[in-house]
C-alpha cells in the first residue's frame, strides 16, 4: 500500500519561513511522481498551489515554492502571512493512482 | 472565470446509489482531464477517481473500484460520478477538480457537494 506522509503541524511566525515535507513510503519521491501541493484554509475548498515538483500557478504567490529535499518533496514558504495559516496537503502519482499525504497543518503565531 | 459546480449530494441510507454532477464553465472542457476528489469531515483529502480529456483513461481508488463509475460529457462540460452500493465510510465532501492530463497538473476545485450515508 502507497503511503504518502507529511508533518502533521508546524508552527511559523509571521515573516518568517517554513518547510513542509512529503514522503513516500517505498522510496524516494522523485520528479516522476509529479508532486502537487495544495492549501486548504478553514471552511473553504482546496485550491491548487505547485504542480510538477516546483512549477507555480499563475495565482500562486511568489512566498510559495516546491522542490525536492532529500528524497521528499518540499514547499518552502518564505516571507509567511497570517493568511497562510491552512492546512496543507502534498499529493503523488505513484502506481498509476494519485495519492494524498494526511495534509499538515500550519498554524501562524 | 472557470466555474465548477457540483450538486446531487444528500442523505442515503447504507447499499443505496447517488450520481453527483459537476457543472463546468469558464475553460475548454476538451483539454482537460477531470477527478473526484473527497473529505469525510474533518479529514484529510482522498483521491476518488479520474477521467482524461476524452474519456479513454479512466482511474479509481481501490476503495471505490467495483461501484463508483466517473463519466463526463462534452455536450454538457460536466463530468458525473455514479455511486453505487453505498457505505457510511463514503460520507464526505465531494470535490470536482481539472487537472492537465499531459503536466500532471491539477488546477481548479469546486466548492463540493455533502454526501452523507447513513441508516
Known amino acids: 500500500q502507497t503511503v504518502v506522509t507529511q508533518e502533521p503541524s508546524l508552527t511559523v511566525s509571521p515573516g518568517g519561513t517554513v518547510t513542509l515535507t512529503c514522503a513516500l513510503n517505498?522510496?524516494?519521491?522523485?520528479?516522476?511522481?509529479?508532486p502537487n501541493w495544495f492549501q486548504q484554509r478553514p471552511g473553504q475548498a482546496p485550491r491548487s498551489l505547485i504542480h510538477s515538483t516546483d512549477k507555480k500557478h499563475s495565482w500562486t504567490p511568489a512566498r510559495f515554492s516546491g522542490s525536492l529535499l532529500g528524497g521528499k518533496a518540499a514547499l518552502t514558504l518564505s516571507g509567511v502571512q497570517p493568511e497562510d495559516e491552512a492546512d496543507y496537503y502534498c499529493q503523488l502519482y505513484y502506481g498509476g493512482a494519485w495519492v494524498f499525504g494526511g495534509g499538515t497543518k500550519l498554524t501562524v503565531l | 472565470e472557470v466555474q465548477l459546480v457540483e450538486s446531487g449530494g444528500s442523505a442515503v441510507r447504507p447499499g443505496g446509489s447517488l450520481r453527483l454532477s459537476c457543472a463546468t464553465s469558464?475553460?475548454?472542457?476538451?483539454?482537460?482531464?477531470m477527478s473526484w476528489v473527497r473529505q469525510a469531515p474533518g479529514k484529510g483529502l482522498e483521491w476518488v477517481s479520474s477521467i482524461n480529456w476524452n474519456g479513454g483513461s479512466i482511474g479509481y481508488a481501490d476503495s471505490v473500484k467495483g461501484r463508483f463509475t466517473i463519466s463526463r460529457d462534452k455536450g454538457k462540460t460536466s463530468v458525473y460520478l455514479q455511486m453505487n452500493s453505498l457505505r457510511a465510510e463514503d460520507t464526505a465532501f465531494y470535490y470536482c477538480?481539472?487537472?492537465?492530463?499531459?503536466?500532471?497538473?491539477?488546477?481548479?476545485w469546486g466548492q463540493g457537494t455533502l454526501v452523507t450515508v447513513s441508516s
Open positions: 477538480v481539472t487537472y492537465d492530463f499531459w503536466k500532471y497538473a491539477w488546477l481548479f
Open positions: 469558464g475553460f475548454n472542457f476538451d483539454d482537460y482531464g
Open positions: 517505498t522510496g524516494a519521491v522523485t520528479g516522476i511522481d509529479y
